[in-house]
């Protein structure tokens, strides 16, 4: 009987192993060469073994290899604090806290709001995904696989439709829903908060819609409840911009960060108004491995590479080429399953439907293994797992950038109706 060693209810994308990278190519133990359209679920914006990053981690390795900062205070942690708190586009003071991941980070904002407010009940969105910890679970606007078989869940929370020009959803929409979830299901007295992502991530990249985004930071205002932008996927550049919530003409209370925010290194953080940070008693927030050393020392070197500049090069850059590539595509009718590009800047996603409309989703996993044995590694998104998601790093040299959407090109066209 043979022994696998790791947890069967992990999901494989690819059933590849992989042994190293350099910015957007990775390969597998067995040498063979894959573009990288994945950069780890998102966390590779400045792509696989950036140097500033990896000498940082070098340098620091050197130093200090770890202490907990509530135990005693280091150095990369204070410095990275107020650099990142310096990074964050908002008009009011910021501070913050580091965890170990954007779950985490999003564990943290739920204790914050619930200090803040004496509230516990939270709203979150269809479509929404915010972590794999019991209490994120239950923002997450799906069930299967994430919720089934884990029993009763941390609450109360409430979901509304997420409202984008890439589902259909109008403001309207929404709204009329959130009326109807206020006089029929919840007194609007007890909600803490709402939390949303500017993007949608593992909902299909969907852009939010600005009129509702504001429409929303209005009523939060009105009712006395915080609102938490969840900018772990799609922070850091990855929409050209440090963060996607400068798009909607909004400032969010608390901002969840993780993914790109270290280069690769684990590392999260939850950061905001300054009030809100600190009303929790003293020792209400902290963590053994929270803003480890070596992670500082990565997301320093990260903020040092995320100039504004660099960021709307770039994004600019990626944007332009799968928006021409997308429209080429649809113009020549390349595959009969070919439907929308979602998101915005380089935050994109391209829909598989059937003739009929509805989500192609066995032609999306007949894609990801036409792609993959073709050197092109792409990531499922969406309700049907029928959205692809391009998250190549933004510092793509733009020849393999090109190289990879002539190798998705060729996998679109083989499709099966």
């Known amino acids: 009987m043979s022994h696998d060693p790791i947890s069967q209810s992990i999901s494989i994308v690819h059933p590849i192993s992989l042994s190293h990278g ?92 619930r200090g803040a407010t004496g509230r516990t009940a939270v709203i979150a969105f269809d479509g929404a995904f915010h972590g794999r910890t019991l209490a994120t679970l239950n923002l997450n606007g799906k069930v299967a696989p994430y919720k089934q078989k884990v029993g009763v869940l941390p609450g109360p929370v409430y979901h509304l439709p997420y409202p984008s020009a890439d589902n259909g959803v109008t403001c309207a929409e929404a709204l009329k829903a959130m009326d109807r979830l206020f006089s029929v299901e919840i007194d609007v007295n007890d909600v803490a908060c709402f939390i949303i992502e500017p993007v949608q991530g593992e909902g299909g990249f969907l852009a939010l819609d600005i009129e509702f985004a504001q429409a929303l930071r209005r009523f939060c205002d009105a009712k006395n409840i915080l609102l938490i932008a969840d900018e772990i996927q799609s922070g850091f550049g990855r929409t050209g911009q440090r963060f996607a919530f400068s798009r909607l003409g909004i400032e969010p209370d608390l901002i969840l960060l993780g993914k790109s925010i270290a280069g690769g290194v684990p590392l999260g953080a939850v950061v905001g108004r300054k009030a809100l940070m600190d009303n929790l008693p003293k020792g209400g927030l902290g963590g053994t491995y929270s803003g480890n050393p070596i992670a500082c020392a990565a997301a320093l070197a990260t903020l040092d590479v995320m100039t504004d500049d660099h960021l709307q090069r770039w994004g600019a850059q990626q944007a332009a080429a799968i928006v021409s590539r997308y429209e080429t595509w649809r113009a020549q009718h390349l595959s009969p399953c070919l439907g929308r590009l979602t998101g915005v800047g380089a935050m994109r996603g391209i829909e598989l439907t059937n003739a009929d409309g509805t989500p192609a989703s066995r032609q999306l996993t007949q894609l990801l293994g036409l792609a993959r044995d073709a050197g092109l590694l792409l990531m499922p998104s969406g309700k049907s797992r029928h959205i692809i998601r391009l998250l190549a790093p933004l510092t793509i040299e733009p020849a393999v950038l090109e190289e990879g959407l002539d190798i998705l090109q060729a996998c679109l066209a083989q499709l099966d109706e």
């Open 22 to 113: 350099k910015n957007a190519e990775v390969w597998d133990t067995a040498g063979k060469r894959y573009i990288d359209f994945v950069g780890g679920i998102g966390v590779l914006n400045l792509g696989h073994c950036h140097p500033a990053v990896v000498e940082a981690i070098r340098e620091q390795a050197t130093r200090l290899t770890h202490y907990a900062f509530n135990a005693a205070p280091h150095t990369p942690y204070i410095e990275l604090m107020e650099r990142l708190t310096a990074f964050i586009p908002v008009s009011y003071p910021v501070s913050g806290m580091l965890t170990n991941s954007g779950a985490e980070a999003a564990e943290n904002a739920l204790k914050i709001v």
